[in-house]
């Protein structure tokens, strides 16, 4: 007896679809945030991590920073539109720079309240990616 194949490939491609339009498709606005924001953390062997922003339109009005995983949280608050920040690290974390990322939860003029994240990296390391998104 043959099986029915209409409804298995019906779902496949639903949910496909659901997945390009719930996460922007093609029509995807984040390249706009990609070539206004850019934010980098390098660890150096001294013992600190660099933390840089810069915001190409020069409209952010607010910027709080958080280095997530520490044994005591690290927050900081910017009103300006570029900024770097020195924060001290004895090493390396054991389980790698993962359990650190760099979160800013960003107000802008054009784009709203955005928020942006990326993980520390050392300077022999490629730039790890940056997640941008909407809350």
Known sequence: MAKKLGPP???????????????GGASDDKDALRQTFQ???VYYDTGHVE??????????THV???ILGMDESFQKTFSDS???EIV????????????????LEIDHLEFGHI???TEIHTLDQPLPSV???RP
Do not use: C, R
Not at 9 to 23: D, H, M, Q, S
Not at 51 to 60: A, H, M, V
Not at 88 to 103: C, D, L, Q
């Open 9 to 23: 490939i019906f779902l496949g491609v639903f949910t496909v679809l659901a997945i390009v339009l719930l996460t």
């Open 39 to 41: 934010v980098d953390a």
């Open 51 to 60: 933390i840089s922003f810069f915001d190409k339109s020069q409209k952010t």
């Open 64 to 66: 709080v920073m958080e």
């Open 82 to 84: 570029e900024f770097i």
């Open 88 to 103: 001290p690290f004895s090493n390396e974390p054991k389980y790698g720079w993962a359990i650190h990322p760099i979160v």
């Open 115 to 117: 928020q942006l994240k």
């Open 131 to 133: 997640i941008y998104s």
